[in-house]
């Protein structure tokens, strides 16, 4: 049974940093794309970035130069860091593990990340 679990949200000041984390289990992140997503209060779901199988990233135009999506293939995890943080990325983040950047079909179950002004 596959499963991703998030880490490292948390509350910080506006300018700051955090870094997501992404675990997964009973898949190979390498053999497939990962994605980030968040979800404002009262907003819908929104794409953040995304890692393809071939490494080839891609970002929202919101997070371009403030975040990077990485994979560390050893420990099988994903990471989002995220610089010079805003209070509108304030959301609970979500990872999600698919055959394509464009299709999810393993998602985690979220890390809140709240910014302060």
């Known amino acids: 049974q596959v499963q991703l679990v998030e880490s490292g949200g948390g509350l910080v000041q506006a300018g700051g940093s955090l870094r997501l984390s992404c675990a997964a289990s009973?898949?190979?992140?390498?053999?497939?794309?990962t994605g980030w997503f968040r979800q404002a209060p009262g907003k819908d779901r929104e794409f953040v970035a995304a890692i393809s199988r071939g490494g080839v990233t891609n970002y929202a135009d919101s997070v371009k130069g403030r975040f990077t999506i990485s994979r560390d293939i050893a420990k099988n995890t994903v990471y989002l860091q995220m610089n010079s943080l805003k209070p509108e990325d304030t959301a609970v983040y979500y990872c999600?593990?698919?055959?394509?950047?464009?299709?999810?079909?393993?998602w985690g179950r979220g890390t809140q990340v709240t910014v302060s002004s």
């Open positions: 009973g898949r190979t992140f390498s053999n497939y794309a």
């Open positions: 999600a593990s698919g055959r394509f950047t464009t299709q999810y079909d393993y």
